[in-house]
DNA sequence: TTCTTATATAGGAATCATTCTTATCTAAGA
DNA sequence: TCTTAGATAAGAATGATTCCTATATAAGAA
């Protein structure tokens, strides 16, 4: 998803960042690059435009868009960590060959989960988020 | 879950593994220590016992018996990767917070998530597992 | 049993994503 | 303009994990 500059600067704003060149690079490039990024691939990416931009920047400022809910962290098989930016509920489907994510989204699901653990009534836990990891290979190499 | 020596050497054969001191004290740690260890935790435990077991090999059997379907990996949030020995199909309560995860097995919802997503068909991805991450918070302490 | 050889392990260096440290810089209010 | 808390640059440090190589060992062959 492509945001406008003034839009990537409201989130920012409508979090209560202060709105600075580095912070507004690594988000527009989280929601530019889509496909949830590895840190690395922002770096790469947000460097041709920002080389001055340091490594150690840009996980702060990841950190500080996830603490902000501006982002969320994606966690999969491989070592380092992904980003992702959409914010709404949504579920993931993942090739552990491939490290590939794809976003699914389905309230029919969620409302069906919701429902289930309410009348489960978990003891001992309050629920906060469920997400399903739904792990598999795809068909096909279309992105 | 505690297994007697014999128990372990019988899974690691059925594997098809060689059986080995090292694997046959891996193994039998990821089982005792339960609460899916860290590879930290289970070299602390084996080194009471076998104080030469080098951390590389911890890994390398870890993965072998990944690998092997003997155990399971299991993420966090955290940086360190955890092993689950329970090799039946379970999901998993985690708090952030405080990094604790517990089983969840419910078989009534793992039939209800295998008809809900064969009526669904996904297009383009074969379904080989779903997991489900049931975040929140423990409402005590009690392990 | 002894020999052979593929496999497994010890020991420690190397890697790599991420975090930390410190000095410098900058945005926003006084 | 001045002040200062907050943000960034640069690169060292960390820590879980992997890699490398020489040595050791399990399991089958003789």
Redesign the interface.
């Known amino acids: 998803m492509k945001l406008s500059s003034e839009q990537i600067n409201q989130k920012l704003k409508d979090a209560g960042l202060r709105v600075t060149p580095q912070r507004h690079a690594i988000l527009e490039a989280v929601y530019t690059l889509g496909n949830h990024p590895s840190a690395e691939q922002v770096i790469d990416y947000i460097r041709v435009n920002h080389p001055g931009i340091a490594t150690g920047t840009v996980y702060n400022v990841l950190d500080v868009l996830v603490d902000s809910r501006l982002v969320k962290?994606v966690?999969?098989?491989k070592d380092a960590m992904r980003y992702d930016a959409i914010m709404n509920r949504h579920h993931h489907?993942y090739c552990a060959e491939t490290d590939r994510i794809?976003d699914y989204f389905?309230e029919e699901?969620d409302d069906?989960l919701q429902s289930?653990?309410r009348k489960?009534n978990?003891?001992?836990?309050?629920?906060?988020?469920?997400?399903?990891?739904?792990?598999?290979?795809?068909?096909?190499n279309?992105e």
């Open positions: 962290r966690k999969t098989d489907i794809e389905d699901l069906l289930y653990f489960k978990l003891q001992n836990f309050k629920i906060e988020d469920i997400i399903l990891q739904i792990k598999g290979n795809f068909n096909d279309s």
